[in-house]
């Protein structure tokens, strides 16, 4: 069973992701900066991970306080502040954050400061608890779907599926966003065999996505990014399916660089293409994807190949982690209440108002 985080006797101890596959490195640390350093570095990464790592970062920062009552305001917002710099795209680290200061809202006037700390705590736990249940229910909606859209080809074979970039235990805590789905289709008979894009420049799909499937036992095989069009082409591909990091109010979808180029080959070839993600992932206030913040990475991270420069040092580079995908190459979004299809405008903002 992987363990990618876990927060006890007030320590976060995490898998390191940047090592993976070749060494299972855990690190254990009291300390939010620490704590920080892990989501900027990718140590621990996708989008309902880090929204995971971001309450006990705070839960960290909050136990490092040794001020009165009166200073914990303005070291609280400057705790907050500091999170939420770490990464800009994945909604979950904010909608983790949000929580934060909801409960530190509700409570500060009234409760002392051991007391605000414990509640805090608590709700930190929950967003954990919360995302290893998103993932069920998604799965079990995702399976679903999947039965009913490619119904004619079940009849007949099982399926092939492409992914991309990781989307397992390894980036949510619990199953998985899209990869919890493929398990779960796996599991019921469905699944032939999974399709893992390597997902430049970091490799999550050909390191992370690999790793998962291999302690899965499940049948996979990896390409690199570029081939997704051609074995759509040769029919070597039945559906794909990703996840996300912010997913706009009209459907469009912000995911690992390389998701947009997979999706609209898929279009093209008439083939579903579906994204999994939690209601966290949602970021209702943005009406489409051209307001989501994409992060961009350093230049090295293009230049360099783990450690090995293998371009000019003086090559220009722009490294954007994410791309966003236009909600009408989508097939549906499936999230932990319902898969939405078809209106996507309609059908996102019913999911908050159920
Ligand atoms: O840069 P990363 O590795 O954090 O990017 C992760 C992704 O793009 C995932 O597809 C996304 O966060 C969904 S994870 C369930």
Redesign the pocket.
């Known amino acids: 069973m992987i363990d990618a985080i876990s927060f006890t006797n007030d320590t976060l101890r995490y898998l390191d992701q940047r090592f993976l596959p070749l060494r299972e490195e855990y690190i254990a640390t009291k300390n939010h900066r620490e704590a920080i350093e892990a989501i900027k570095t990718?140590a621990v990464?996708?989008?309902?991970l880090?929204g995971v790592a971001a309450g006990y970062t705070v839960i960290l920062g909050i136990n490092e306080f040794r001020g009165t009552k009166d200073e914990f305001p303005a070291y609280f917002r400057q705790l907050i502040a500091d999170v939420e710099a770490s990464r800009p795209t994945?909604v979950n680290l904010f909608f983790a954050t949000a929580r934060m200061k909801e409960v530190y809202d509700a409570g500060y006037t009234s409760m002392t400061l051991e007391s605000l700390f414990a509640v805090m705590h608590e709700a930190a736990r929950k967003i954990h608890e919360d995302e290893i249940a998103n993932c069920d229910a998604m799965s079990r909606h995702g399976v679903e779907l999947i039965k009913s859209d490619l119904e004619a080809t079940l009849k007949t074979r099982k399926l092939t599926v492409l992914t991309h970039?990781?989307?397992g235990t390894l980036?949510?805590g619990g199953s998985?966003?899209a990869l919890g789905v493929i398990k779960l289709a796996w599991q019921e008979g469905l699944i032939e065999k999974v399709i893992t894009a390597e997902s430049r420049p970091l490799l999550?799909g050909l390191r992370l996505t690999a790793w998962e499937l291999e302690q899965e036992k499940i049948p996979y095989f990896s390409i690199s990014d570029s081939s997704s069009a051609f074995l759509m082409q040769r029919e070597m591909i039945d559906f794909g399916i990703?996840?996300?990091?912010r997913i706009a109010a009209n459907g469009d979808t912000a995911?690992?660089i390389g998701t947009c180029a997979h999706a609209i080959s898929a279009f093209h070839h008439n083939i579903p293409f579906y994204i999994a993600a939690p209601v966290s992932t949602i970021d209702i206030t943005i009406t489409d994807g051209s307001q989501i913040p994409i992060e961009e990475r350093s230049e090295d991270e293009l230049r360099t190949i783990f450690g090995t420069q293998v371009a000019l040092p003086s090559t220009p580079v722009i490294n954007y982690?994410?791309d966003v995908t236009p909600g009408k190459f989508l097939r549906g979004i499936i999230t932990d209440k319902k898969a939405v299809v078809g209106n996507y405008s309609n059908g996102l903002k019913e999911l908050f108002e159920e």
């Open positions: 990718l990464r996708g989008a309902p880090i994945a970039c990781n989307t980036a949510t998985g966003t999550q990703v996840g996300a990091d995911n690992k982690a994410f």
